[in-house]
């Protein structure tokens, strides 16, 4: 049952009972350089319940130099391609038997739901299998070369030390979707998790080792982003950094790496389309739209937070939505009954409240929500109401700007050209829906939107089968999927004379 009291809802946890992480450089357990931790929060109760490290560029270069040393150490780089699958598929299977506990302290660190965090790390070993199955099948290849007497031929070789910084919404999976690959193909990598929520990727940590991985191969370092991820992706041992999280520090990011002539990969959010026309299967559409924005209490990526509505349909689907979402049962994420968590942090509640008090000045329309949530069950805990606007106009901030919480925008439509016009019409490209029977029309808006993925009567599936990543403001390079191997990859041109004979020095050969 969810507790209903502030009271009993924050006893939950105790202060004195908190755990005290360390960090993982170089295969041991380390206490930060500066000797200080600080409180990781459990949204639902608003109250601390462990204790992070709080690491400085020393540790930075701690872990930067412990991973450089085990991209060069024999017991990593001359391992077999296919003893290093190996690893990641047994990495695989650890994490499988660990699956419950992790997903339980992600649940936990960032308030979103069991239901949904504990699907996820149980899907988590399916990216180090497949990574691991692709470790020893990236060949290089023989060109055949327009000059005689000359052998050329490619190798595809890791870049060395990769920063993995992440974001607190999903923290393994989106750290896994970098790791993976990053490892099966022979990089070394220093991991920086979100400060809102480090704990699952500390307990993580010591499965690479029982795995088998080689010390150093992979580094936790914890803390701030301007306190370490700076240290971080400046370190000029750093080959390549690859990033999930806002687009105004990816830009920073993206900057920063810039200066160092890094490779990049960035993960920056969205504002997608949801867009539903009139020949739609109505009640699929409306578990479709509700899925894209309350799911995970809006604060994915992915989230369908704008919803077009073909005019035929509007006011029928409108009021079928809001029936649907009226129907959300709030409370502690831990219970599988419940369908909407609270906002993963304080920063990110008050930022939420910032945007639907913006939305109101605009003149949109609250038809549902639009505050705190102040039901008993939510207790102290960081919720907001599911909140849906009508009356929105495509040009208004609420429509343009990622809010990256249970608020949904809606929007009209007279026809496709319409549709697509407004639903292009932001500086974000990752994703978008199209709820249509008509074949036509699915392929048609599937290739008229700027968007990494689009999908046609579903949302929100993902695989690590399939590339997953941005267009425009939401992102460069793409994760998952059998290319994004490619990533942590650069290819070396070997030139091999074959008849022994020095040809003029003076020219070009
Ligand atoms: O993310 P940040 P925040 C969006 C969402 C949210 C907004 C801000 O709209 O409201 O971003 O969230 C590290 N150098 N997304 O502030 O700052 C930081 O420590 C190097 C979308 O939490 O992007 C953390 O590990 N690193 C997103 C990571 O960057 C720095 C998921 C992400 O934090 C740094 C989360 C710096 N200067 C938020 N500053 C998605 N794409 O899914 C911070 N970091």
Known sequence: MATSTRQTNAAAEKPEEMKKHRLLIGGNWAEPSTGKWFESMNPYTARPWALVPRSAKEDINRAVAAAKAAFHDPAWRGLTATARGHLLRKLADLIAADAERL????????????????????????????????????????????????????????????????????PLLLATWKLAPALAAGNTVVWKPSEFSSVSALEFGELFERAGFPPGVVNIVTGFGNEVGEALVTHRDVAKVAFTGGDKTGEQVYAMAARGIKHVTLELGGKSANIVFDDAE?????????????????????????????????????????????????????????????????????????????AKEEGAVCAL???????????????????????????????????????????????????????????YGLAAGVWTTSIRRALTMSERLAAGTVWVNTYRAVSYMSPFGGYKRSGIGRESGIDAIREYLQTKSVWIDTVGKAPNPFVMR
Not at 394 to 411: K, N, Y
Request: charged share 25%; glycine share 10%.
């Open 103 to 170: 997903g339980k302290i992600e649940s936990t660190d960032n308030g979103k739901l069991i239901a949904e965090m504990a699907a996820q790390v149980r899907y988590i070993p399916q990216w180090f299998h497949y990574f691991g199955g692709l470790a020893d099948k990236i060949e290089g290849r023989v060109i055949p070369i327009d000059k005689p007497g000359v052998f050329n031929f490619t190798r595809e070789e890791p870049l060395g030390v990769v920063a993995a910084i992440t974001p607190w919404n999903s």
């Open 369 to 427: 929500g639009g505050g705190p949530a102040k039901r008993p069950e939510c207790g102290d805990g960081w919720f907001v109401e599911p909140t849906i606007f009508t009356g929105v106009k495509p040009e208004m901030r609420i429509a343009q700007e990622e809010v990256f919480g249970p608020v949904l925008s809606i929007i009209p439509f007279e026809d496709e050209e319409e549709a697509i016009r407004i639903a292009n019409d932001t500086m």
């Open 282 to 358: 109505v009640e699929e559409a409306v578990k479709g739209v509700v899925s894209g924005i309350f799911a995970a209490t809006g604060q994915t990526c992915i989230a369908g937070s704008r919803a077009l509505i073909h005019r035929p349909i509007y006011e029928q689907f409108v009021e079928k939505l809001l029936a649907l979402a009226k129907t959300a049962k709030m409370g502690n994420p831990l219970e599988t009954s419940t369908q909407v968590g609270p906002v993963t942090t304080q920063p990110q509640y008050q930022k939420v409240l910032d945007y639907i008090r913006i």
